[in-house]
């Protein structure tokens, strides 16, 4: 199975600031990563495929980059409703799997 | 926009079976150009690709769970449902129903677009 590594698992950040996760593949996966949004008892939302093509109705505020194994989340002015923890997937192979997630607190 | 809710028991007894529903509404599960998946997040882990089926009926599962997991649906009432048998206390996470698509373009990226919110599963005597 591919191995996805995100980093860091949490972090603390106030609002307006920058902030960029990141997420390392265990073996090159083109651009077959997604990233997701999951806050406690909500349905996890997607926010970019394909490593950096903004999924419809995602703020722009949003920005994936990457190729191979090392990729790149970032949210350019955090805003209260970002406070979750958000996820990395590669879809390039089967069984498709998940980062640890890093909590944006 | 189409919606997903999952439901199910919530307590189920070591080595019983697991069973869950996912109810699709303001869609189809008929079309063509969708899978329907199982994802579950264990407390305080990572998400874990289940499995998922096609509207054919044809299931793929993550070799990991293969020998106990079974996917089904019904497209008559819309619903995508989960079996999970001779469950321990390892299978106790919040199980979450998601739509997979296939994003055209330079490449053809797989990614869940639709989520439900997830039924919550405790393995415990």
């Known amino acids: 199975d591919i191995q996805m590594t995100q980093s860091p698992s949490s972090l603390s950040a106030s609002v307006g600031d920058r902030v960029t996760i990141a997420c390392r593949a265990s073996q090159a996966i083109s651009s077959y990563l997604n990233w997701y949004q999951v806050k406690p008892g909500q349905a996890p939302k997607l926010l970019i495929y394909g490593a950096s093509n903004l999924h419809s109705g995602v703020p722009s505020r949003f920005s994936g980059t990457g190729v191979g194994t090392h990729f790149s989340l970032s949210i350019s002015s955090l805003q209260p409703e970002d406070l979750a923890t958000y996820f990395c997937q590669q879809s390039h192979t089967t069984p498709w799997t998940f980062g640890q997630g890093t909590k944006v607190e | 926009q189409v919606q997903l809710h999952e439901s199910g028991p919530g307590l189920v007894k070591p080595s019983q079976t697991l069973s869950l529903l996912c109810n699709v509404s303001?869609?189809?599960?008929?079309?063509?150009?969708?899978?329907w998946a199982w994802i579950r997040q264990a407390p305080g882990k990572g998400l874990e690709w289940l499995g998922y089926?096609?509207?054919?009926?044809?299931?793929y599962y993550n070799p990991s769970l293969r020998s106990r997991l079974t996917l089904s649906l019904d497209t008559s009432a819309n619903q995508v449902s989960l079996i999970l048998n001779s469950v321990t206390a390892a299978d106790s996470a919040t199980y979450h129903c998601?739509?997979?698509?296939?994003?055209?373009?330079?490449?053809?990226?797989?990614?869940?677009?639709?989520w439900g919110r997830g039924a919550r599963v405790t393995v415990s005597s």
């Open positions: 998601a739509r997979k698509v296939v994003f055209r373009g330079l490449i053809d990226s797989d990614a869940f677009d639709v």
């Open positions: 303001h869609g189809s599960l008929s079309g063509g150009e969708y899978y």
């Open positions: 089926i096609y509207y054919t009926g044809i299931p």
